[in-house]
């Protein structure tokens, strides 16, 4: 079946400018994970979606970065006012939903590379 | 506050012998624990998770992860250990009281093995 795509592959932007990274989680996964991977380190969480709502945005750095899933599947990350320190891989990642005590894994999906110029 | 140890940027094995790579974990309560594995212009791929239960976990292509609590580690190992094996591996943790959350990864190690 079809895994967590994200697009685009690849983003250029100019210091300033607004951009949107999109992301389409595996069918029927009601968890969605966005987090940001920098040169020569792990991924580094910013928001997590529970169907529709955030249930936990505590990894967005400032009040420029803002995700959203309105229907409960595609999330698209928006990032206002890009700075050079923006620059990055951005990550999506999915789940099943969680039963009892089991904690389904997160299923990756290729990344936007960003770059700010 | 949660965090992932893996104390080794690089670990270089020979084809055919075994491999450990090397995480510690600080966590509050019992953690769950994972491994995944990055390959260039790949995204990341699970290889395996510690829940509960036997603290030997066994995963993906091989790999199997020792769950040790009182050292709080969980280092990764392969018996025999294949040159297609090299690729940056990631060791990450959540806190064990949420079935669904935010997962911690270390800042990874790369795995190249050699012919």
């Known amino acids: 079946g079809a895994g967590v795509s994200q697009t685009p592959s690849n983003k250029v932007t100019e210091k300033g400018k607004y951009v949107e990274l999109r992301c389409d989680p595996i069918?029927?996964?009601?968890?969605l994970y966005w987090y940001r991977q920098s040169l020569g380190q792990g991924p580094e969480f910013l928001i997590y979606?529970?169907?529709?709502?955030?249930?936990?945005d505590s990894g967005l750095p400032n009040d420029r970065f803002f995700a959203v899933r309105p229907e409960g599947s595609v999330s698209t990350l928006k990032i206002q006012r890009t700075e050079r320190g923006d620059s990055a891989v951005y990550l999506c990642?999915?789940?099943?939903?969680?039963?009892?005590?089991?904690?389904?894994?997160?299923?990756f999906g290729p990344g936007t590379r960003l770059t700010v110029l | 506050a949660q965090s992932v140890a893996q104390p080794e940027d690089q670990v270089n094995v020979a084809e055919g012998n075994p491999l450990t790579v090397k995480c510690t974990y600080s966590?509050?309560?019992?953690?769950?624990l994972f491994w995944y594995v990055q390959y260039p212009n790949r995204g990341l791929q699970f290889l395996l998770k510690y829940i509960t239960g036997d603290n030997l976990v066994k995963g993906s292509y091989g790999f199997e992860a020792e769950f040790n609590k009182s050292q709080t580690s969980f280092h990764l190992k392969k018996p025999s250990a294949l040159v297609s094996d090299s690729a940056l591996y990631f060791c990450?943790?959540?806190?064990?009281?949420?079935?669904?959350?935010?997962?911690?990864f270390g800042s990874g190690t790369r795995l190249s093995i050699r012919p």
């Open positions: 966590v509050s309560g019992n953690p769950y």
């Open positions: 069918s029927g996964h009601t968890a």
């Open positions: 979606f529970q169907g529709t709502g955030a249930a936990d």
């Open positions: 990450a943790v959540t806190p064990g009281y949420s079935s669904a959350s935010k997962i911690i």
């Open positions: 990642a999915s789940s099943a939903q969680p039963t009892g005590t089991s904690f389904n894994e997160q299923f």
